[in-house]
């Protein structure tokens, strides 16, 4: 299976999010909003603050939901995409991170996450490759090459898109490198923002 020859749908912006984490437990969440044809930042913004919940795989959106949404509060535009480091539909609750923030929001969301819950087979080697990704033979996702011969991120519906849609708008964003432009650059300033509060 190849998603590099569906056509992506015509968003214009997208946005990424992403926390970092100091022992502490001292948060720093970036959204970057990318105009999708020029690939340029539009805006950012960061949230700062306090995580009261620790981390347990499967809840992630209780410890990182919070500044989440304040970091999207502080953006002046609404992106039409968003992107989460994080699971959507692919999750053993089917209730991942990506879908919370879709909902709060109501703006189509995607998760992208480095690793993935479930079963799946390992994609053909070229980007573009694709194989489902089940839980209790139910398909909630695709492992998806991005880059030739590279790890595969795991693709899932977050919230009003579907995932062949998500997969393709995924790849439109990748360039170069294993993760989409927005989470690349979420992941460089919430990580510049942790270390600038925390120094």
């Not at 015509?10 to 969440?29: L, M, N, P």
């Not at 105009?35 to 347990?56: C, L, Q, R, W």
């Not at 809840?59 to 304040?70: G, I, K, Q, W, Y």
């Not at 993935?116 to 070229?126: Q, T």
Request: glycine residues 8%; proline residues 6%.
């Amino acid at each position: 299976m190849s998603a590099e020859n569906i056509a992506p749908p015509r968003f214009s912006t997208a946005a990424g999010i992403d926390s970092a984490y100091a022992e502490d437990g001292t948060v720093a969440t970036a959204a970057v909003i990318i105009d999708i044809a020029t690939m340029k930042t539009v805006e950012s913004a960061v949230a700062h603050g306090i995580s009261e919940f620790p981390y347990v795989p499967g809840l992630l959106a209780f410890r990182e939901l919070p500044a989440t949404v304040s970091a999207l509060e502080k953006l002046t535009a609404t992106p039409d995409l968003l992107l989460c480091d994080a699971q959507g539909l692919a999750h053993p609750r089917r209730f991942g991170l990506a879908c919370h923030v879709g909902l709060l929001t109501g703006i189509p969301t995607i998760g992208v996450a480095k690793s993935g819950w479930g079963e799946y087979r390992a994609p053909g080697p070229r980007r573009g490759d694709a194989s489902a990704v089940t839980i209790d033979g139910e398909v909630v996702g695709r492992a998806l090459r991005t880059r030739d011969d590279v790890k595969p991120l795991f693709v899932s519906v977050g919230h009003r898109i579907d995932l062949d849609t998500a997969c393709a708008q995924v790849l439109a964003l990748t360039q170069g490198f294993r993760q989409p432009e927005t989470t690349r650059r979420a992941d460089h300033l919430c990580r510049e923002a942790l270390r600038a509060a925390t120094t």
